[in-house]
């Protein structure tokens, strides 16, 4: 159980301690044993008294389903009195009626404004997301309708301060495409001369190494064959089976001495 703190209004379910999908039974039972825990009598402290009250208080809002469907998508800003209509008409309608006004005068008043339309769609979309919310009879996660609104609302606000901050630096980008495309055009060009130059240098200096051998065949050979036996004696040296018949070879010597 956890008690409101100034500055930090916890919802009504986590303040009873339930989950959000909790039955009317349920929410009777946890009620009970939390009256008798924090009943004014037991506790005889005026802040004990407070809390009984608010304990009250949010069990009857979340055992009335109107007030509790009220609550779940509009918070306590319309209760007790208000009705899902009036909570319609005054947070959604008010909210997105007057962001569209403020982005209207934005745009009149800074035609050039980069990313104006998507500024418009993204209100759009918010506020269809926010009716779906609000309208949607039953509540399955473990965030309530409003608090899902609270995110959604700030995220729009973070998508139009990242538009006007990344638009113009976008809008830069793109009206150079043919100077960006003609720098990468030459380092390119450089990337490959200097691939090219080194190509060479590094054969030339390969054709001077060998350039002893490749008049004598039988040098050439020699080397191929001492190279074979070279990598013939590496492979037996690494050979576990080779080791232990050796380690055993010279076990039995130093036996035999």
Request: proline content about 5%.
């Amino acid at each position: 159980m956890q008690l409101t703190e100034p500055g930090h209004e916890l919802d009504y379910y986590t303040q009873l301690g339930v989950p959000v999908s909790t039955s009317l039974s349920e929410l009777k039972r946890v009620f009970r044993r939390l009256s008798v825990q924090y009943h004014p009598d037991k506790i005889g402290t005026t802040r004990g008294s407070d809390h009984w009250v608010e304990l009250k208080h949010i069990y009857e809002v979340l055992s009335t389903p109107a007030l509790r469907f009220i609550y779940d998508r509009f918070g306590t800003s319309y209760l007790p009195d208000e009705s899902i209509y009036t909570g319609i008409k005054k947070s959604i309608t008010g909210y997105y009626a007057g962001s569209a006004i403020c982005l209207g005068l934005l745009c009149l008043f800074r035609p050039s404004t980069v990313g104006k339309y998507w500024r418009f769609y993204i209100l759009f979309c918010g506020f269809v997301a926010e009716l779906y919310l609000i309208t949607r009879t039953n509540v399955s996660t473990s965030f309530l309708p409003y608090q899902m609104i609270q995110f959604l609302r700030r995220s729009m606000i973070t998508l139009f301060i990242g538009i006007e901050r990344l638009g113009p630096l976008a809008t830069a980008l793109s009206e150079e495409p043919d100077l960006d495309a003609t720098r990468l055009r030459d380092e390119m060009a450089q990337l490959k001369g200097i691939s090219r130059s080194v190509h060479s240098q590094s054969t030339a200096l390969f054709q001077t190494q060998i350039m002893p051998f490749q008049q004598s065949p039988g040098m050439k050979n020699g080397i191929k064959q001492r190279v074979q036996d070279q990598f013939v004696e590496n492979r037996l040296r690494n050979d576990p089976e080779v080791a232990d018949a050796i380690n055993i070879a010279l076990a039995d010597r130093k036996q035999d001495s």
